[in-house]
C-alpha cells in the first residue's frame, strides 16, 4: 500500500461503504443501525478499578454515539480512562453506572463484533506463521471453514501489503509489520467496529507516520468503523474524522471536534495548527482554571 494512495483520501464519511470481495458472515447485517441512529451507543458510562489500597473511578458519565464508518478518537492525557473506555466497548470491563450499545443491544461480554488491536507488537503467536495468525480466530470463533478462513486471511494480508510475508512467523517481521498483520487478522473478522488502543505509540516516528497514511488508505476502501485511543494531538487530528476530548482523571467528556477537513497535507497549515491549540486549550487550560 503506497503512501501516495493514502495522501489522496477522502476524509469525511459521505457516501456508501465498497462492498468487500471477501466472504461476509451471515449476520454481519443484522441489527445495522440504519438513517441516523448510532451503531454505537456510550450512554452516560462510568468505570472503575480496584487497587490494593482503594476503588478508583477512571470515568464519570461519559456519553458518545459512533456512526457506520466513523472514525472516532478518544483523545485525552495519561489517566484519562480512555484504554478503559475501549477495553469497556470491547465488553472486559462493565460499567458501573450507564451503558453500552451496540446496535442498539447492550454489550454484557466480549464478542467477535468488537475486535481489539492493541499497542504491544507481541500480539501475535510467534510459532504461527502471518498466515496462520490471521486464520486462528476465523477457525477458533467457527466463523469459518479451513479454506474459507485461508482465502480471507489472504485477501486482508493483499490488503495491508504483506501477502509475500504469509508464510514467515512474527520474529522475521519489523514492529511495524507486526501491526498491520495485527490489523489484518482483525479486519478478517470483519467486525462492526475495529477497536485500536494506541496501536502506533511504539513505533519511531517515521514509522508511525507511514503505518498513520496506510491505516487511512484502508478505510478508504474497506470503510470500516473505527474506534481510537491515543493521547497525540496531531495523530488524533489526522486519522479521526470525529474526535472526544476526555478530561484529566476522571475523564470527562469535555468537547467533541469534527476534524474531517484534515489530512496529511493540512500538516503545519494554519488551520490545523489552530485547531491542535484550541484541542490543548480544551484539555488541560480550561482544567487548570477550573481547579484553580
Not at 182 to 199: G, N, S, T, Y
Not at 202 to 230: G, N, P, S, Y
Amino acid at each position: 500500500m503506497s503512501s501516495a494512495s493514502a495522501l489522496a483520501l477522502r476524509r469525511g464519511v459521505s457516501g456508501s461503504p465498497l462492498r468487500d470481495p471477501a466472504p461476509v458472515r451471515a449476520d454481519a447485517d443484522a441489527g445495522v443501525a440504519t438513517g441516523t441512529g448510532a451503531l454505537l451507543q456510550v450512554d452516560g458510562v462510568s468505570l472503575e478499578y480496584r487497587t490494593a489500597q482503594r476503588v478508583v473511578r477512571a470515568t464519570h458519565q461519559v456519553s458518545f454515539d459512533v456512526f457506520e464508518a466513523d472514525r472516532f478518537v478518544l483523545l485525552g492525557p495519561s489517566g484519562c480512562g480512555k484504554s478503559t473506555l475501549l477495553k469497556a466497548v470491547a465488553g472486559f470491563i462493565p460499567p458501573v453506572d450507564g451503558e453500552i450499545r451496540l446496535d442498539g443491544r447492550r454489550i454484557v461480554q466480549p464478542g467477535p463484533d468488537r475486535i481489539v488491536v492493541f499497542q504491544e507488537f507481541d500480539q501475535l503467536p510467534p510459532w504461527k506463521t502471518v498466515r496462520q495468525n490471521v486464520m486462528f480466530p476465523l477457525r477458533a470463533s467457527g466463523v469459518l471453514g479451513r479454506k474459507e478462513a485461508e482465502e480471507r486471511a489472504l485477501h486482508y494480508l493483499d490488503k495491508v501489503g504483506l501477502a509475500r510475508f504469509a508464510d514467515v512467523h512474527p520474529h522475521q517481521l519489523s514492529g511495524g509489520m507486526k501491526q498491520r498483520v495485527a490489523i489484518a487478522r482483525a479486519l478478517a473478522m470483519q467486525p462492526r467496529v475495529l477497536l485500536m488502543d494506541e496501536p502506533f505509540a511504539a513505533l519511531d516516528a517515521l514509522t508511525r507516520r507511514r503505518m498513520q497514511e496506510e491505516l487511512l488508505a484502508l478505510w478508504e476502501e474497506v470503510r470500516f468503523t473505527l474506534l481510537f485511543v491515543t493521547h497525540s494531538i496531531e495523530e488524533a487530528l489526522l486519522v479521526g474524522n470525529r474526535i472526544a476530548l476526555l478530561s484529566p482523571h476522571p475523564g470527562r467528556m469535555r468537547a467533541e471536534i469534527n476534524s474531517h477537513g484534515f489530512d496529511q497535507h493540512s500538516l503545519g497549515g494554519e488551520a490545523f495548527q489552530a485547531t491542535a491549540q484550541r484541542i490543548q486549550r480544551l484539555l488541560f487550560e480550561e482544567e487548570q482554571v477550573a481547579s484553580s
